[in-house]
């Protein structure tokens, strides 16, 4: 069965170091998800991205955020310059459009496992 | 501005037992998604709701989607110790997805 994955599972970073995280969407999604989740907290959205570009963000998705699809399958999130509230668990999520359109699709969210970021 | 709530936050019950998880949200939505999330581990789909009426059901869980009152709910059937996790709804607007807080569920044997 296709899966979502994302690397690196665990990523130790420096206060104010870059860092980009990678994922895998589902070869024939379109729809892309970054999210990210406080240990013991709620799930976060982050940023929607749709035909290369973002569709919609989240008020924590700043400057210091970015999204990219550079190659056709890889998705990353870009962090400029860490903070120590930034460390959290970041998914990545991916969906397949429906047949009505984009606001009528049927189709779920597939998450991938995952990738810790700790920042020191 | 979009806003689900999500209750209770946590729920301790017997095997056997039927319980419900309510999600309410604030305004119109093109869908509604039940996640399941085990301890340190991923998202797992459950359902996904779009119209009003709409239910679905796997095994002992059944969601269903009042969108008038924007509640959509999680009902679960003779619960089981397999299904002790945190359950989220979450809820999509034109691509901008909001999460409840989870509802710990614990079933004891």
């Given amino acids: 069965e296709p899966e979502v994955t994302q690397t690196p599972s665990h990523q130790v970073t420096q206060m104010g170091q870059e860092v980009i995280l990678r994922c895998v969407p589902i070869s024939n999604h379109l729809y892309f998800y970054w999210y990210r989740q406080i240990l013991g907290q709620k799930v976060e959205f982050l940023v929607s991205f749709y035909n290369n570009e973002i569709s919609e963000k989240s008020e924590i998705f700043d400057d210091q955020f970015s999204v990219e699809r550079p190659d056709g399958s890889n998705f990353t999130l870009k962090i400029r310059s860490t903070k120590l509230e930034d460390s959290a668990m970041y998914f990545c999520a991916s969906r397949f459009p429906g047949t009505s359109g984009r606001a009528l699709n049927t189709d779920t969210q597939y998450f991938g496992p995952g990738t810790r970021l700790t920042v020191l | ?109």
């Fill in chain 2, 1 to 109: 501005e979009l806003k689900v709530e999500q209750n209770p936050l946590f729920l301790s019950m017997q095997e056997g037992k039927n319980y419900t998880i309510y999600c309410n949200y604030s305004t119109t939505s093109d869908r509604l998604y039940w996640y399941r999330q085990d301890p340190g581990k991923s998202l797992e789909s459950l359902f996904v709701l779009l119209s009003n009426g709409a239910v679905k059901q796997e095994g002992r869980l059944m969601a269903s989607l009042d969108t008038k009152a924007r509640l959509s709910t999680l009902h679960i059937t003779a619960a089981v110790h397999d299904l002790s996790a945190t359950y989220f709804c979450a809820v999509d607007r034109d691509d901008k997805i909001i999460f409840g807080k989870g509802t710990r569920l614990h079933i004891l044997p």
